[in-house]
């Protein structure tokens, strides 16, 4: 049984349990910080089933995300010397690694939101920004951007297409990061002019 039938089936049964709102943010904070598994997988079928619970379940997965990021940062910032590499090697590549820690002190506040988006592990991009003592609040303020970017579209996508929803979200998942990408790219561009 695959990860993804696996997560499926826990969901249906997360769906009605009284500590959904609770499961939710915990599962949003693990996924930032230690599982790298898309919370689509959970999310998607969570909000279609409950509707009502829409904007909350949006919300809710944002605040967990923020709260990994916040520790993954506070990791980076402060422990990095002693577990930074075992890290790196678990996932990524010191390679891959170098090449962000570069781009974060180059280009932080645009990097970090277009990390946030795209299904790429965001673990890399929190212990980059603290190894290289990036700000803080700026880097909470990109997370918090790219992190509702990324469940709030969820959302409006289940409130529009409803059942619909998590077939609409495989059929053009690549499309939607390809946009956005491009979006984000043109309004990285424009800060630069203005």
């Known amino acids: 049984m695959s990860i993804t039938t696996y997560t499926k089936q826990r969901t249906k049964k997360f769906i009605d349990s009284k500590h959904m709102l609770t499961g939710i943010t915990t599962a949003s904070f693990l996924e930032s910080t230690i599982v790298p598994i898309p919370l689509e997988a959970i999310l998607v079928p969570l909000m279609q089933a409950r509707r009502e619970r829409l904007w909350v379940i949006a919300l809710l997965a944002t605040i967990g995300c923020l709260l990994g990021a916040l520790l993954g940062y506070v990791i980076g910032y402060y422990l990095f010397d002693l577990i930074g590499e075992w890290i790196i090697n678990t996932l990524s590549s010191p390679q891959q690694f170098e090449m962000i820690e570069q781009k974060m002190q180059a280009q932080g506040f645009w990097f970090v939101i277009s990390l946030g988006i795209v299904p790429l592990p965001f673990q890399i991009a929190m212990l980059a920004a603290g190894a290289t003592k990036f700000s803080l609040a700026i880097f909470l303020m990109a997370s918090a951007i790219a992190r509702s970017i990324r469940y709030f579209g969820l959302a409006v996508i289940v409130y529009y297409a409803g ?32």
Do not use: D, P, R, Y
Request: proline share 0%; net charge positive.
């Open 163 to 194: 059942n619909k929803a998590e077939a609409i979200i495989t059929k053009h998942k690549t499309q939607t990061i390809i946009g956005l990408t491009i979006i984000i790219l043109m309004l990285w561009g424009l800060s630069f002019l203005l």
